[in-house]
């Protein structure tokens, strides 16, 4: 079982920036960052692989910025230009091979 941690959420006002950080405990392959905003359905954010290629959804793109660190097994989230539909619960998504693990989720809370 690979056990993800997310940290780095909090109440940020619009326009500010946060940084989110998924740990894990072992090395992992492919991490994808979620959220999951208050009423609707989970939506991908943005994901990494093992030799740092990304991809954004739509609502990322030039704002958050997705990068990690092997040593560390560690994923980051870096938020910028926030704004109140941004606030949501982040959920730290982590694939290798044909398995996937999930962490517990942060919330990141948006004020106008």
């Known amino acids: 079982q690979v056990h993800l941690v997310e940290t780095g959420g909090g109440l940020v006002q619009a326009g500010g920036s946060l940084r989110l950080s998924c740990a894990a405990s072992?090395?992992?392959?492919?991490t994808a960052w979620y959220r999951q905003p208050p009423g609707k359905q989970r939506e991908l954010v943005a994901v990494?692989?093992?030799?740092?290629?990304?991809v954004y959804a739509a609502l990322a793109k030039g704002r958050f910025i997705i990068s990690r660190d092997n040593a560390k097994n560690t994923v980051y989230l870096q938020m910028n230009s926030l704004k109140p539909e941004d606030t949501a619960v982040y959920l730290c998504?982590?694939?290798?091979?044909?398995?996937?693990?999930w962490g517990q989720g942060t919330q990141v809370t948006v004020s106008s």
């Open positions: 998504n982590a694939r290798r091979g044909d398995s996937d693990w």
């Open positions: 072992e090395a992992i392959v492919s």
């Open positions: 990494i692989n093992i030799d740092g290629d990304t």
